[in-house]
T-cell receptor, first 116, second 114 residues
Framework: GAGVSQSPRYKVAKRGQDVALRCDPI?????LFWYQQALGQGPEFLTY????????KSGLPSDRFFAERPEGSVSTLKIQRTQQEDSAVYLC??????????????FGPGTRLTVL | KQEVTQIPAALSVPEGENLVLNCSFT??????LQWFRQDPGKGLTSLLL?????REQTSGRLNASLDKSSGRSTLYIAASQPGDSATYLC?????????????FGKGTMLLVSP
C-alpha cells in the first residue's frame, strides 16, 4: 500500500491476556519505530529496528513488551500479561533510510489498546 | 533527558484568524524538528521538517521557525480554516549511533470555528 498500515485498529483485552499488534511499513523502508501514546500525551518512543535488527529497545516499559521484525518488513509488538496501564494507542512509523536525522517518519493510524 | 513543551495546550479561534503555536525543548543538540498534525483516531501527518541548520520552513499557509540556541520553535498558521482543527505535535530528533528517535511534546489541540 501507499502508507503504513496497522492491525487491528482496536483491541480490547482482559487484564492478564497476551496481545499482538502488527505493523506493515512502507515497502522498502529500512527503519521502523514503535511509539506508545497515552491519552492526552504525546507519543513516547518504545523501540527501533533497522531492517531486521532491533538496535534500540530502551523505551520498552517492561519485559512484558517484546517486538520483532524477522524479515525486515512486517513488525509485531507483543505485550504479555497485559495490565491496565498498558492501555494506550500504539503507533508504528517507518522511514526510508538509516541515516540519522535526515528522514521524515511516516506514521500508521495506530492500534488503540484497552485493557479491562 | 530531552523535554519538549508545547504552549498553549488548547486553542479555540474563529475562522480566518492567524495563530501561533509554541514549542520549546531543553537540549539544543538536535538533528531536526518536526511539526505533525494528528486527527482523532488517525496517525500523525508530518507538516514541516526543519533541519538543525535551517531557520524556517514554509508550506502553503504554514510557516515554522527554529531557534536552536534558545530551544524554541513556532508554527504559524495563516488564515485559519475549520479544516485546520486537529492536535498539533512538535517533535525533536536526536541521533544515536547512526539513527534518530523523536521526542514529542504533548500537543496543542486547535479548534477553528466557522
Amino acid at each position: 500500500g501507499a502508507g503504513v498500515s496497522q492491525s487491528p485498529r482496536y483491541k480490547v483485552a482482559k487484564r492478564g491476556q497476551d496481545v499482538a499488534l502488527r505493523c506493515d511499513p512502507i515497502s522498502g523502508h529500512v527503519s521502523l519505530f514503535w511509539y506508545q501514546q497515552a491519552l492526552g500525551q504525546g507519543p513516547e518512543f518504545l523501540t527501533y529496528f533497522q531492517n531486521e535488527a532491533q538496535l534500540d529497545k530502551s523505551g520498552l516499559p517492561s519485559d512484558r513488551f517484546f517486538a520483532e521484525r524477522p524479515e525486515g518488513s512486517v513488525s509485531t509488538l507483543k505485550i504479555q500479561r497485559t495490565q491496565q496501564e498498558d492501555s494506550a494507542v500504539y503507533l508504528c512509523a517507518s522511514s526510508l533510510s538509516r541515516l540519522a536525522g535526515t528522514d521524515t517518519q511516516y506514521f500508521g493510524p495506530g492500534t488503540r489498546l484497552t485493557v479491562l | 533527558k530531552q523535554e519538549v513543551t508545547q504552549i498553549p495546550a488548547a486553542l479555540s479561534v474563529p475562522e480566518g484568524e492567524n495563530l501561533v503555536l509554541n514549542c520549546s525543548f531543553t537540549d539544543s543538540a538536535i538533528y531536526n524538528l518536526q511539526w505533525f498534525r494528528q486527527d482523532p483516531g488517525k496517525g500523525l501527518t508530518s507538516l514541516l521538517l526543519i533541519q538543525s541548520s535551517q531557520r524556517e520552513q514554509t508550506s502553503g499557509r504554514l510557516n515554522a521557525s527554529l531557534d536552536k540556541s534558545s530551544g524554541r520553535s513556532t508554527l504559524y498558521i495563516a488564515a485559519s480554516q475549520p479544516g485546520d482543527s486537529a492536535t498539533y505535535l512538535c517533535a525533536v530528533s536526536r541521533g544515536n549511533s547512526g539513527y534518530s528517535t523523536l521526542t514529542f511534546g504533548k500537543g496543542t489541540m486547535l479548534l477553528v470555528s466557522p
